[in-house]
């Protein structure tokens, strides 16, 4: 009886710890990939507030092709906070670019407000 009754408590244990991380999951969104011969960015949305407003954090992922696939170089976090129901719109990148010549990086500006407009351009590095 005892066995049975840990049995059950571990299963609802791994339920739960299931649901907190199906729960983390929706909390973060890609907001946009683009991809050359030899690099690929992946920028990443993570929700940090709730309530009417959310704010979030916009993370830059960088890859770089190895053979036939893909290995990460580096993250980097934006300095600006975004409001979460605008940097996960269809029209929240206003500038993503490559420039892959001597230093490779990449310049993006995403929407800051529908009315205020466009955020200032960051300029992040790809190389390793």
């Keep these: 009886m005892i066995?049975?009754?840990l049995v059950v408590a571990g299963a609802l244990l791994a339920l739960?710890?299931?649901?907190v991380s199906l729960g983390a999951a929706?909390?973060?969104k890609t907001v946009a990939?683009?991809?050359?011969?030899?690099?690929r960015v992946v920028l990443l949305a993570a929700k940090t507030s709730g309530g009417a407003s959310p704010?979030?954090?916009?993370?830059?992922?960088?890859?770089?092709r190895r053979g036939q696939g893909w290995s990460p170089m580096r993250t980097t976090k934006l300095p600006e906070t975004y409001f979460w129901k605008v940097v996960t719109a269809a029209h929240a990148v206003c500038q993503l670019r490559f420039a892959t010549a001597a230093k490779?990086?990449?310049?993006?500006?995403?929407?800051?407000?529908p009315s205020i407009g466009?955020?200032?351009?960051?300029r992040v590095s790809l190389s390793e």
């Excluded at 990939?33 to 690099?39: E, G, H, M």
């Excluded at 466009?118 to 960051?122: M, N, P, T």
């Design 3 to 5: 066995f049975r009754s």
């Design 16 to 19: 739960a710890f299931s649901s």
């Design 26 to 28: 929706q909390q973060s």
């Design 33 to 39: 990939t683009i991809s050359s011969a030899d690099y």
């Design 55 to 64: 704010t979030a954090r916009v993370s830059v992922s960088s890859y770089v």
């Design 104 to 113: 490779p990086s990449l310049t993006v500006s995403l929407l800051e407000t």
């Design 118 to 122: 466009c955020g200032h351009s960051e």
